[in-house]
Nanobody, 121 residues
Framework: QLVESGGGSVQAGGSLRLSCAAG????????MGWFRQRPGKDREALAV????????TYADSVKGRFTITRDKARDLVYLQMNGLQPEDTGMYYC????????????????RGQGTQVTVSS
């Protein structure tokens, strides 16, 4: 079970770090990712970390501002978010996949309940 934390309210330009408690078997997963659903919009992939190769990919909208990392010892995955803007407001979800593609929300079989991020101008 994945459990997110770290959401909250912040002013534009501020930072937040989201955490995802991934349980004891992160190493068995193929990839982990962070997704966002903004009001009135589809859920979008923001950042994906491939566990084996430790490679990462980012959506263009967050590239250079958000960073996905993993703490192996604590089985945590983080999303460091800097330079937050009002358009970053939304529900943020952690997700994982054991095998297969790591592209869209449908690819990720394990999903957290989400944590809300609100950015005010």
């Amino acid at each position: 079970q994945l459990v997110e934390s770290g959401g909250g309210s912040v002013q534009a330009g501020g930072s937040l770090r989201l955490s995802c408690a991934a349980g004891r078997y992160t190493y068995k997963r193929n990839c982990m990712g962070w997704f966002r659903q903004r009001p009135g919009k589809d859920r979008e992939a923001l950042a994906v970390l491939w566990i084996g190769g430790a490679t990462t990919t980012y959506a263009d909208s967050v590239k250079g501002r958000f960073t996905i990392t993993r703490d192996k010892a604590r089985d945590l995955v983080y999303l460091q978010m800097n330079g937050l803007q009002p358009e970053d407001t939304g529900m943020y979800y952690c997700a994982a996949n054991i095998v297969g593609a790591c592209g869209t929300w449908a690819d990720f079989g394990e999903r957290g309940q989400g944590t809300q991020v609100t950015v005010s101008s």
